[in-house]
């Protein structure tokens, strides 16, 4: 999507390259480059308010801090909660402090994860970012949360799930590391969403029969024609709203989305695998983390996933871990199967 | 790297089509895009208005993560042909230029 720029100067680039640039001859590129030397300044002086906060040295326990940006679009902002302190009245920081909580344990106690890095990084969020900013993101090292306009969204850490799937894109950074573009952006955004899917049916004690399988139930006011953000049982239905349009997510191969908007179709063509992981999960029943969850978890720490992998090459490694962990015939492996073909990924 | 030109200098039968994609979701309603016909504002206007595409031509490439917002600009001249495109994060949109989209036409 970024034809003209390279999106990957801060990951890319060592810092004696970037301070050559930034006393170069090209005045955009300088500028860049000061940019993102600030930043890297930035990130090690969020790091070094990690160590003061340190990362969580003991295994099943998390290290949550929670910082205000107070209307500014500043990161991290000002901390206001961390680990173990009790809750402070405002919503925003308590949702966000037990939204990192229930993802944490979801991880651990489903898969034995320590944290996004398995080795017990810090889990930190800002809330109350910018003006009315009615969107939540994952910067690459830290979640952030705005308060919405109050028009069409309330504030994002309402919704569970949400807090989940934006740590999930951390998971998923110290993991595949999925390209988030294309058939690989949208299995990036697919994997935000089972997990999150999945920590929310966690915290609630839910089997897959039970769960909605809805993402961002509650974002909307009631201002808004829809349920949430996205359907993973029914892509395309989740709203249908004069002012957002029809939900235009396809649950099947054959409506594909062929598009250069939204990083090639990452938030559209997402509904696809996640009506593959509802499909399997809801055949087999029980805990949905337990199951098939299990299936995508192994696979999304798989080495063989590579960053660049379409939606194919994804299904073959779920089948290949459905069959290692639980048997070529076993339940896991045919609903995992079936779940692929039914969605038009698998023959 | 490859450097974005900067924008070419607006005319009256200058068109700017504007998109908000991105986000935590796709909602076709708020990425549809916007047009800017310059021919309907005056040259002080146009002058503004050039001064904020410079700005973001000169703004920094969008960095790692997921889910955040971005601004895509594509310049038409008189001929509908496009002349000059720019993607960039939110954060890094001149506020101005964010009040020029908020206030824009929209495609329908």
Known sequence: MIESTSPRIRTFLPPYLLERIAGGSDPRLRECARHTLQADHGFRARAGAARLAPDSLRRGEPARY????????????????SEGEGDSGD?????????????????????????????????????????????????????????????????????????????????????????????AGALNESLSDVFGSLVKQHARGQRAGEADWLIGAGLFTERVAGRALRSMAEPGTAYDDPV????????????????????????????????????????????????????????????????????????????????????????EAEAVREAWRSVGVLP | MT??????????????????????????????????????????????????LATAARACPVEAGADRRLLHLSLEDDRGAEVWTLTIAEEAVPPALLDWWRHAESEG
Not at chain 1, 67 to 75: D, I, K, N, V
Not at chain 2, 14 to 28: D, K, Q
């Open chain 1, 244 to 331: 957002l349009g029809r939900d235009p997510q396809p649950g099947h191969m054959d409506d594909f989305v062929e598009t250069q908007e939204d990083n090639g179709g990452v938030h559209i063509n997402s509904g696809i695998p996640n009506r593959a992981f509802q499909l399997a999960a809801t055949s087999l029943g029980g805990p949905a983390w337990e199951g098939v969850g299990r299936v995508w978890y192994d696979t999304l720490v798989d080495r063989r996933l590579a960053k660049d992998s379409d939606f194919g090459a994804f299904a073959e490694l779920t089948r290949d871990n459905a069959a290692g962990r639980f048997g070529a015939s076993s339940r």
């Open chain 1, 91 to 183: 919503p925003a920081v308590d949702e966000a402090y037990h939204g990192l909580g229930a993802t944490y344990r979801l991880f651990w106690e489903a898969f034995q994860r320590h944290s996004l890095d398995d080795r017990g990084l810090a889990l930190v969020a800002t809330v109350h970012y910018g003006q009315d900013y009615e969107n939540a993101f994952w910067d690459g090292s830290q979640m952030v949360f705005g308060d919405g306009d109050g028009e069409l969204f309330n504030r994002f850490t309402i919704a569970l799930d949400i807090i989940a799937h934006e740590l999930t894109h951390g998971v998923i950074q110290h993991e595949a590391a999925l390209t988030y573009a294309h058939q």
């Open chain 2, 3 to 52: 450097r974005p030109a900067a924008p070419p200098t607006l005319v009256p039968a200058s068109v700017l089509r504007l998109s908000r994609e991105g986000g935590v979701a796709h909602f076709p309603g708020l990425a549809r895009p916007r047009r800017i016909h310059c021919a309907r504002y005056s040259e002080a206007q146009r002058g503004e208005l050039q001064r904020l």
């Open chain 1, 66 to 81: 929670i910082h205000s940006a107070e209307g500014r679009q500043e990161l991290p902002g000002r901390r206001v909660r």
